[in-house]
């Protein structure tokens, strides 16, 4: 008697244990579908992604930064 609920226990635990790595590797194939169906970002109307830069204050350029060396 004692025997046959030990062979319960362990065809319980290696369905648990199968099932545990059957959805693990469901999850790791299919995670690019699953966050894309989870996490929807929405297309932006008008934006093909040439969008302008700003310009940088001042004019065409940049100005270089005038650098003291500290005298001693």
């Given at each position: 008697m004692l025997q046959k609920?030990?062979?319960?226990l362990a065809l319980t635990s290696f369905a648990v244990s199968a099932a545990v790595?059957?959805?693990g590797a469901y999850v790791y194939v299919?995670?690019?579908a699953l966050i894309k169906d989870l996490l929807p970002i929405p297309e932006l109307?008008?934006?093909d992604g040439d969008l302008p830069?700003?310009?940088a204050p001042g004019g065409?350029?940049?100005?270089?930064?005038p650098v003291t060396m500290p005298s001693f």
């Amino acid at each position: 008697m004692l025997q046959k609920l030990i062979n319960v226990l362990a065809l319980t635990s290696f369905a648990v244990s199968a099932a545990v790595v059957g959805a693990g590797a469901y999850v790791y194939v299919n995670k690019d579908a699953l966050i894309k169906d989870l996490l929807p970002i929405p297309e932006l109307p008008g934006l093909d992604g040439d969008l302008p830069l700003p310009s940088a204050p001042g004019g065409e350029g940049v100005s270089e930064i005038p650098v003291t060396m500290p005298s001693f």
